[in-house]
């Protein structure tokens, strides 16, 4: 957005004012440390009713942005945040920050002098975001580096996995044998966590499925790692829930997953693309559903899918319009004519049908030409691994969790 001259120097002024600051003159209580957690100024928390949320909100002072995971505000800057916490527009919220009022005068100098720090603390945070994703790049290779081949037959921890998934892979790669590559095993990972002070828990340690995530250019830029537990039902490792209830994920990122796929199956000379969410039920679709000239990648998140949306001066979120100033999501490769997104079934009130539209538009708007489509959901509330694992059930392919097979199981 163009601003007049005027305002263009009042959002200066606010933007010398970081998130973190701003807290700190409004007195709320955060913990110390690079990511400062407290209760929300938004929505709060009552403790007196025994509501548990005193954590709720945290700002990452390093990334200058905050986020509540109750009432889902959630941004970078100090703008965004008053116009959050305040409930207020973008010139108001300005206005609070600075002391000044709008229609102010102010001399040329002062305002060439806020845009040069603007600036510079503009690229100072870029560099700082960069830094810390090539970091994590690095830590992600470094784990991807110290996997093991998978070994596509019994006995083998990730082809166990797979057949209690319902998913028997033999038959799919004795024709294509270069498929799923992608896929390692990490036995005995550890699944940790980074405290406030910076150092890190391990919660767990258990055999995983390590995926490497590929860039646009098909550099690697992400291990995904998915912790198994072969007695579960599902075969995913069960976390203890983390402070404040906070629930663990069983599936974790280590580098980046913006733009990125898990290209689990791309044939000589594809022209189709089937992206799900995750590996499981792209593979579902892959071995149950497959066509030829057909590529299969996982695409990590719906937000990969999606990109952000589109946003409207009133503040409120277009929610299947996609934001096209996003660069960080995934864009389909230019031999992609047909672009088809599998609906993982999600609940009510997820927006997953809205994110996928939202994401198909982004990429026609990128490729003009292309087609895109969204597979609909087996089911409400199933996904298309819940629809493989009932086949293989039927059919007497696949596995009974270890578990389970023993008498063990619930
Ligand atoms: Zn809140």
Redesign the pocket.
């Known amino acids: 957005m163009t601003l007049p001259p005027h305002l263009e120097a009042l959002k200066n002024e606010a933007l010398r004012t970081t998130c973190e600051s701003w807290a700190i003159r409004s007195r709320w209580y955060l913990s110390p440390g690079i990511e400062r957690v407290g209760p929300?100024p938004?929505?709060g928390y009552d403790p007196k009713k025994g509501e548990r949320g005193s954590d709720?909100?945290s700002i990452n002072t390093q990334k200058n942005v905050f986020n509540?995971r109750?009432?889902g505000?959630k941004g970078e800057g100090v703008i965004r945040l008053v116009m959050e916490v305040r409930d207020v527009d973008f010139i108001p919220a300005c206005e609070i920050i600075t002391g000044r009022t709008a229609d102010e005068p102010i001399d040329s100098d002062r305002a060439a002098q806020l845009a040069r720090e603007a600036e510079q603390q503009k690229s100072k945070q870029i560099e700082i975001g960069e830094q810390k994703r090539r970091k994590a790049i690095r830590a992600g290779r470094k784990i991807w580096d110290s996997t093991h081949k998978v070994h596509w037959e019994p006995g083998h921890e990730i082809f166990e996995y797979f057949m209690v998934r319902g998913l028997d892979v033999r038959s799919f790669l004795a024709r294509f044998p270069d498929a799923l590559t992608c896929l390692r095993y990490a036995p005995m990972l550890n699944w940790a966590e980074q405290r406030a002070d910076g150092g890190y828990d391990i919660i767990a340690k258990a055999d995983a499925m390590v995926a490497g995530i590929q860039d646009p250019d098909g550099v690697f830029c992400g291990a995904h790692r998915t912790w198994i537990d072969l007695t579960q039902p599902k075969g995913r490792l069960i976390l203890p829930d983390g402070p404040g209830g906070k629930k663990r994920d069983t599936k974790k990122v280590l580098g980046t997953q913006k733009r990125g796929a898990i290209r689990l199956f791309t044939p000589p000379n594809p022209r189709r693309l089937v992206g799900g969410e995750g590996i499981e039920t792209t593979v579902s679709v892959m071995l149950y559903g497959f066509e030829p000239d057909t590529a299969y990648w996982a695409l990590v998140n719906s937000n990969n899918m999606a990109g952000r949306a589109l946003r409207l001066e009133t503040r409120k979120f277009v929610q299947d319009e996609p934001d096209m100033a996003d660069d960080e999501a995934f864009v389909p490769p230019e031999w992609c004519e047909e672009l088809f997104y599998l609906d993982d079934g999600d609940g009510p009130g997820s927006k997953l049908k809205e994110k996928l539209t939202r994401g198909l538009r982004r990429a026609r708007r990128l490729r003009p030409g292309l087609k895109g489509f969204i597979v609909p959901a087996p089911g409400q509330g199933q996904d298309f691994n819940d629809a493989a694992m009932a086949m293989a059930a039927e059919i007497g392919s696949g596995r009974a969790p270890a578990g389970v097979a023993n008498g063990a199981g619930t």
Do not use: E, G, L, T
Request: one cysteine or more; aromatic letters at 12%.
């Open positions: 929300c938004k929505c709720r909100f509540c109750r009432c505000i």
